[in-house]
């Protein structure tokens, strides 16, 4: 118990010293304070430092932050006026065992640079918030789907996009082949019975 109270102390001292550095050397960048936690650090940027700060954050002796967990993204339709997405970039640190999360604000027809070039793991990452959000990712040379279907319409994950889709697949026997057609949302015949069982409970 001692040694992970320790730890944990050790901990917040480096997430103090890290966010310390961010605030004195990207003042200008940052927008809205630093949020710290025991596990990780969370900065909000704008759109253009994206890169800039995960190369920074990515060779930095002081951060280490090797690796790109996670990409995913919020769509807040109706929420704000002065945005539509909001996208997080989760970093970790081996050297530290920490995360820290970026955060930038999008409007509906905003593009981010791609990071392939810094992180692996961001070609797949990127594909599927694309797949999903249809944010595109400006110099990522693979950008197709990777979730949906071929010949996909729309962005499964934006709050105006129908629950049951535009498209749905189904086989037919005439053809003997799998086919798209548009969806069809009917309701079958129901019968209702008003009458309930407290009834019953009441004449016995």
């Given at each position: 118990m001692e040694k992970r109270s320790i730890r944990l102390v050790?901990?917040?001292m480096i997430l103090t010293v890290l966010a310390q550095i961010l605030r004195l050397n990207f003042c200008k960048i940052l927008q809205g304070s630093i949020l710290t936690s025991q596990t990780g650090i969370t900065i909000t940027i704008n759109k253009e430092y994206l890169n800039f700060i995960l190369k920074f954050l990515k060779?930095?002796?002081?951060?280490?932050m090797k690796s790109l967990v996670d990409i995913f993204g919020v769509d807040y339709l109706g929420r704000s006026s002065n945005f539509r997405f909001l996208v997080y970039y989760v970093l970790y640190s081996?050297?530290?065992?920490?995360?820290?999360t970026i955060k930038v604000y999008l409007d509906v027809y905003d593009i981010l640079i791609s990071s392939t070039n810094l992180y692996g793991s961001a070609g797949w990452l990127e594909r599927e918030v694309y797949d999903m959000f249809g944010i595109f990712f400006y110099k990522?040379?693979?950008?197709?789907?990777?979730?949906?279907?071929?010949?996909?319409?729309?962005?499964?994950?934006?709050?105006?996009?129908?629950?049951?889709g535009f498209f749905e697949l189904q086989y037919s026997e005439e053809e003997k082949v799998i086919i798209s057609a548009p969806t069809k949302v009917g309701q079958a015949l129901r019968l209702f019975?008003?009458?309930?069982?407290?009834?019953?409970?009441?004449?016995?």
């Open positions: 050790k901990i917040i060779n930095s002796n002081f951060f280490s081996k050297k530290y065992g920490i995360s820290l990522n040379e693979d950008m197709r789907r990777i979730l949906s279907d071929y010949g996909f319409e729309g962005f499964p994950l934006r709050k105006d996009f129908p629950l049951t019975h008003f009458s309930s069982v407290w009834d019953l409970v009441k004449k016995n």
